[in-house]
């Protein structure tokens, strides 16, 4: 074929392409596009990292424990709220201590380290206890009526190093509250705090031996360590009084308490049941009816 045949094929097939207005060059580029595309859809899309396969496999098993836990907490039934002490005491009203609940406390704690005759030694029946006060009766007004004879006890109560009344109460605060309230049973009889807080026992113990102390007003541990040390006896005391059931911020007496419960128990064997049984003192239960 010679050189002019083909200038004229090439030529024919120029008038083909214009009137579609298109180009030699479009159609290069078109065929260079089309190449470029086929290229971007055919190359193979990188492989992912360990990483995110291992977060999405853990994000995965997350998932499943999540369902499955709530599955179990739907399956499970659901538990009785506990009654709290808060509720039982604004439903209930408050009762008076008798001489039952002390001797329950004292059955319950000696019934394991005391023999037969040994628990008889340390009951206590109802002529050891004084009788209960009622909602009318403030604290001076319980201590006028168990104790009428107060005025002639305080002014023949001459002795030294012992007190004619000691009240017993679950913590510092409470015995202070307590001091205050009977000012108007005391009229002029001396009151000693028997405490720890901010008192030393060596003050306690130089306070008892210069003067006469008429009533002593403190925890169980405080006057226990007195006594002990015999700072404080027993000789001129006439009555106990518990403060049985009034209740600290935690709603709890001085038999909850168990440091105190067994400090108060302790304090009772010392020598109180003793003086109890024979009749030279007696006990009395103060009832409180305003919780904190």
Request: proline fraction near 5%; charged fraction near 30%.
């Amino acid at each position: 074929m010679s050189f002019d045949q083909n200038a004229e094929e090439w030529i024919c097939f120029l008038n083909l392409l214009l009137p579609l207005g298109l180009s030699p060059d479009a159609s290069s580029e078109e065929c260079a596009g089309t190449s470029k595309t086929e290229q971007q859809h055919t190359t193979p899309m990188p492989p992912t990292s360990k990483k995110r396969k291992q977060a999405t496999e853990c994000f995965l098993g997350a998932e499943k424990e999540d369902s499955a836990d709530k599955n179990e907490s739907e399956a499970k039934p659901k538990r009785r709220r506990k009654k709290k002490i808060s509720d039982v005491l604004s439903k209930s009203s408050p009762k008076p201590g008798v001489p039952e609940d002390l001797q329950k406390l004292l059955k319950e704690h000696f019934c394991a380290k005391r023999s037969v005759i040994e628990l008889e030694e340390l009951q206590l029946s109802d002529a050891c206890f004084l009788p209960a006060n009622d909602l009318t009766h403030s604290f001076s007004s319980y201590l006028k009526e168990i104790c009428p004879k107060w005025a002639k006890l305080r002014k023949n109560h001459t002795e030294k190093k012992s007190v004619v009344m000691m009240i017993i109460c679950s913590s510092a605060l409470r015995c202070l509250e307590l001091i205050k309230s009977m000012a108007a049973f005391k009229g002029d009889g001396k009151v000693m705090k028997m405490f720890a807080k901010h008192i030393k026992i060596q003050e306690q113990v130089k306070m008892l031996e210069k003067g006469v102390i008429h009533v002593g007003v403190g925890t169980p541990g405080r006057i226990k360590a007195l006594l002990e040390q015999d700072g404080l006896s027993m000789t001129s005391l006439k009555y106990v009084i518990l403060d049985w059931n009034w209740r600290d911020q935690k709603l709890r007496r001085l038999i909850d308490i168990p440091e105190i419960r067994k400090e108060t128990i302790e304090l009772l064997e010392m020598g109180l049941i003793k003086l109890c049984r024979g009749g030279s003192v007696k006990v009395g239960l103060f009832r409180y009816d305003v919780c904190p």
